[in-house]
Structures are given as C-alpha cells and as structure tokens.
C-alpha cells in the first residue's frame, strides 16, 4: 500500500491554479491514486465566457481525466469549485466559502501564477507575490492544516549559475515593493522596473523570487515547502505520455518548427535543455506534501525538480530528435519544410532571422495580396520570433540545481511509493520522451489526426520539390545577372559551358568507340 496515497485519503486539499497546466495533471494524479480523498478545493475565477462549473465540466470531460473517471466515478461530487481571483483582496472570496476553506482544509498547493514573461511589475507582483502573502495569511486561520506547498520555479535565482535548495534573498524587500505600487502610477512604474528587475531577465522570475521571499517571512509556524520546477514539459507516462494544453515554454517553438515558420534559433547547442515532464513534478509535490506534514521539516525545505545534473540534455539533442520526429509524423499543412539552425552567434542569428523567416513571410504575404487575401504572414512571424527572443535567455545559458533535498526525499520512500510517485528523472529516455512530447503537440495541441499523416508526408514531398525549384530560379537569375555585368563571371561561366561541352562530346565518343 501506498504511504503517500493513503494519507490524501479523506483529506480534504485545496489548490490554486487548478486550471492551469499544472494544476490539471495534480488533480488528476490525486482523484486516481487517492479517490477516497474528502474534497479538493479549486479557486477558479470565470473566463472566456465560461462560468466556473462550465470550466469545471470541460476539465473533468477532458481526456486527460479518462482514467479518474473509472478508479472514482464520483468525481464531480469530489471537486468543488469556489469563486476567487487571486488579483483581489481576499481573493473575492464569499464569506461562507471562506469559512468552510478556513474550517476544513487539510493541505493547500499553490500553483497560480502569472506566467507571462511580459507581465506589468503591478499585476505581476499581485498574483505572484501579494496573493502568497494572502494565502498564507488565510493559511495560518486554518486549524487543521498540515502542509503548504508552495510552486516556484527553478529560475527564480537565475542570475545565478549555481543554485541551492535555499530561499534567496532578494536585493529589495517584498513588502516594500507591494506598499510602494499601490501609490504610484503606471508610467512610474513602467519606468523603474528595469532598475528593479536588475539582472533577472523579466519581471516573472523576479517576482517568482520575491514570492518566495514571502514565503520565508510569513511561514509563522506553517509546514511549508517550496518546489521549484524548471521547464515543465509534456507528460512522460501518466497518465498517458504526451499530454500538453498550453503553447508555453517549448511547445509554442515545436509548433512554430513544425509548421516550419520557425527554421533557425539562437540558442546554445550545448546548452542543457533543461526540461522536466509534469508527471514528474506532480510526483515529486504529492511526495513533498506527504513528507512536510508527516515529518513536519524544523524549516522550509526548498527541492528542486529539474533534469540537469541527474540527467541532461542538450538543445542540439533535442533539436535532432524534435527534427527526427517531424520527420515519421509530420504535422499538417506546414508552411516550410522543417528544420532547426541553432546558432549562438548574433549575427548568424540575424541573418537567419531575415533570410528564412522574414523574407518567406513577405514573398507569401504578397503572394496572398496578389490572389485578393489578406496578408497575415509578416504579423505571425513578428510573433514568433518575440516569443522566441524572449524564451533566449533560457536556451542559451546551463545552470547547476543541486538536488540533495529531492534525492532525500527520494531514499525516505518506500519501493511502492518510489513506483506510484516516481520522480527519479534519472530513468527518462529522452529520445523516447521527446517522441511522445511531439507527438502529444500534434495530437492535445493542434488537434491533428493521425489519419493525415500520408498527406502531411506528400504536403513535406511537395514543399521540397518547391524549395528546390525555387533555389534554381533564384541561382539562374543571380547568375544571369552576375555574367551581365561582371566578365570574370562571364569567363567563369564560358569555361563551364565548355567543360561540360567537352566532357560530353568526350562520352559520346568513348561510347560510340565501345559500341
Ligand atoms: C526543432 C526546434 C526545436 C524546438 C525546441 C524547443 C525550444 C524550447 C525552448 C523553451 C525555453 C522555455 C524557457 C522557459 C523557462 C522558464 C520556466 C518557467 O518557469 S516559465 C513558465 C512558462 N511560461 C512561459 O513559457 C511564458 C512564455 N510566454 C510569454 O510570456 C508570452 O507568450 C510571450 C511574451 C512570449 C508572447 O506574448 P504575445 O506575443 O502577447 O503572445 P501570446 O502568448 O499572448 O499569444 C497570442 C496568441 O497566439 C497564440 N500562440 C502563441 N504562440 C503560438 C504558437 N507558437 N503557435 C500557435 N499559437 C500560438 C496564443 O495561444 C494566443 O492565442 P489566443 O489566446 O489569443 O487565441
Ligand atoms: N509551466 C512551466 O514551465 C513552469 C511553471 N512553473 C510554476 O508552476 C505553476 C503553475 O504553472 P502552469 O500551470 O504552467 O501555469 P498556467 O498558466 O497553465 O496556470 C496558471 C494558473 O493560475 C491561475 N490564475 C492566474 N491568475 C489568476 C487569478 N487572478 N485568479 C485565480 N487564478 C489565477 C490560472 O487560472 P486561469 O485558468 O483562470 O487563467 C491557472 O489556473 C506556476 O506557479 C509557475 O510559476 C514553474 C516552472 C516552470
């Protein structure tokens, strides 16, 4: 028998975030190993014009929780969704939702944030930082809380390149920072972030990091922990691999690259790409909500879930093998043949930037213009390449994340519980994972069938015969050009011509001779 699964059983556990990447895979593994669990507690706000039962509906309808629904068919009854926005003060909670979370919870995930690298500082600090505080807050009301697991993420410190499983501190104190947002104003604001920020490289990972500055300060006598993941990625095997729902981190650049609109990026091959599946950090929360509430750690334990030092790999690797797998299951309708340059070098980048992104863009563009259609291609490339320049920082740098702490964790489970709740990313083929990850893009993602694939080989075939005839046009007119104006090309160009003439006619007579 599971520990860990055991002791969510008749728990009643609240997240944030739920509907979120994350969130979404934490629910699923906690209705399918523990269904006996009391009630999980979501704090969801309405979006999209769905109210909260409605997203609630489409979550448990999806495919993702197939299996839940067989090991507890009373899911529904289990999930109770309650009105907040972690923007508000107190969340916008009502009073007696309040009173029922303040009375019953029995241990708390938080994992919503604000992941936008692009984020304004105010709202930026509102949810990842303000809204900690909070939940602590309201955390430290509840009487019968036994653990508070806080998500982070591995770059929070990433203006360093060594990083331990301890709390930074950061250059300015957070509750500073709150207290002098609420009086002044945007353009203010706007203006001394970057002094802020200093050397982290976007207001997400800065904020991240005050969050768990708060976290410290506002522990009180709580059983927290900090986890902090680095690039969550596809699932790996539960509950089934491949699985993804959002275009963040890398799967935006796979489907920009399979669709070849993204053929170059500048990113160091050798670089460790470090990515972790979000099984795996799902293993590792549930392990560490166990382990904080049963072991009650004398102080906040920090563990890192990443791949780096256990098991890495680098973006060369993964570029290879993303390429070898659109190469067996090509996505549909591409608009270039895919292919992935990765280069360090600035200018090499800049060249690449303007020879295979912009300039296909706005040859189709006019292409659409001339046929009557609306040009579209230029503004999706801008787009493209913002997200990829802004995901640089990140591809080009390795990082060091000691894991004495997860490896701890790891030797405190038992052999049933390392099975159920495996985290040891030591055992990851990443060829194999890589596979599934794409694979799981054309399937969860872009909603592609598999029946396409013989007519996405013959769009790939087709789009080669094109580049080709494209490559020989191009040539012919650069030279036809070349021998207009310049007789050493028109020398160049002669010699060959009677080369080949010569070689010829030398054939035909050997030929003829042997005959
Ligand atoms: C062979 C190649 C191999 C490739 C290898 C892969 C390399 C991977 C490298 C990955 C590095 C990742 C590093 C992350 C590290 C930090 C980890 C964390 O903690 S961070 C935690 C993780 N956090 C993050 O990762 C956040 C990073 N992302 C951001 O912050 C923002 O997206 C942005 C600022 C980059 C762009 O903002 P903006 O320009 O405003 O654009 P919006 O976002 O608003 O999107 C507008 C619309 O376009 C849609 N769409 C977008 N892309 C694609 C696409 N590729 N396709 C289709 N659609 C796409 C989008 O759905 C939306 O539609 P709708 O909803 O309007 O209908
Ligand atoms: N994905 C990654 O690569 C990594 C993620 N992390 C961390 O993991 C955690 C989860 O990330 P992930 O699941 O990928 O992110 P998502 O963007 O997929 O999910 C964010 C969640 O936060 C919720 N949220 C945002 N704003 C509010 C609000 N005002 N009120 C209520 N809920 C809100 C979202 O709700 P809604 O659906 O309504 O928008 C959503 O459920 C974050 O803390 C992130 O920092 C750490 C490292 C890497």
Not at 114 to 122: E, I, N, Y
Not at 319 to 329: D, S
Not at 440 to 466: C, F, S, T
Request: some cysteine.
């Amino acid at each position: 028998m599971s520990m860990i699964a055991a002791f969510y059983g008749g728990k009643s556990i609240l997240i944030t975030g739920a509907t979120g990447f994350l969130g979404k895979v934490l629910m699923e593994k906690l209705f399918r190993t523990s269904p006996d669990l009391k009630v999980i507690y979501i704090l969801v706000r309405p979006k999209a014009g769905q109210t909260l039962q409605q997203r609630v509906f489409q979550i448990l309808n999806s495919k993702l929780f197939e299996k839940v629904k067989e090991v507890c068919p009373n899911v529904h009854e289990k999930i109770r969704a309650i009105y907040a926005d972690l923007s508000q003060n107190d969340f916008a909670i009502s009073k007696e939702d309040m009173q029922e979370l303040l009375s019953c919870t029995n241990v708390i995930f938080h994992c919503a944030a604000t992941v936008r690298f692009d984020d304004t500082l105010r709202h930026a600090v509102q949810l990842n930082v303000t809204a900690t505080r909070q939940l602590l807050l309201m955390a430290s009301q509840m009487p019968k809380l036994e653990a508070f697991i806080h998500i982070s993420t591995a770059y929070s410190n990433c203006n360093l390149k060594h990083i331990d499983e301890v709390i930074y501190p950061c250059p300015v104190e957070p509750k500073k920072i709150i207290d002098s947002l609420e009086w002044l104003d945007d353009a203010i604001i706007e203006e001394i972030t970057p002094k802020l920020i200093r050397d982290w490289p976007n207001i997400y990972t800065y904020t991240k990091a005050l969050g768990e500055m708060v976290v410290q300060q506002e522990s009180r006598n709580l059983n927290i922990a900090i986890i902090r993941p680095s690039i969550v990625g596809a699932t790996w095997q539960e509950p089934f691999p491949g699985w993804v729902d959002n275009v963040n981190g890398p799967n935006g650049l796979i489907i920009a690259a399979g669709k070849g609109f993204l053929r170059a990026l500048k990113a160091t091959p050798k670089a460790v790409a470090d990515l972790i599946p979000v099984d795996t950090v799902v293993n590792l929360m549930l392990a560490v909500g166990w382990y904080t509430a049963v072991h009650r750690p004398k102080s906040t334990l920090v563990y890192h879930s990443t791949s780096g030092n256990l098991n890495p790999c680098n973006w060369h690797k993964m570029g290879v093998q993303v390429l070898a797998t659109f190469e067996k299951i090509p996505f549909e309708r591409a608009f270039r043949r895919p292919y992935a340059n990765f280069t360090s070098n600035n200018f090499t980048s800049q060249y690449w930037n303007a020879v295979s992104h912009r300039a296909p863009a706005i040859i189709y563009d006019c292409y659409l213009r001339l046929t009557g259609r609306k040009p579209r291609m230029t503004k999706l490339m801008n787009q493209i390449l913002r997200t990829a320049s802004m995901l640089e920082y990140f591809i080009n740098r390795s990082w060091e994340w000691s894991t004495y702490n997860t490896e701890m964790l790891m030797s405190e489970l038992s052999p049933e519980d390392q099975r159920v709740f495996n985290f040891d990313v030591r055992q990851l083929n990443w060829l194999e994972y890589i596979e599934n990850y794409v694979l799981g893009v054309k399937k969860y993602l872009l909603k592609e069938d598999m029946a396409g694939i013989p007519e996405a080989k013959q769009h790939l075939k087709r789009l080669r015969n094109i580049h080709y005839l494209f490559n020989t046009a191009l040539f012919l007119i650069v030279w036809r050009l070349l021998i207009a104006r310049s007789q050493m090309a028109r020398n160049v160009w002669f010699f060959i011509v009677s080369f080949c003439y010569k070689f010829l006619s030398y054939f035909r007579a050997s030929s003829t001779l042997k005959v």
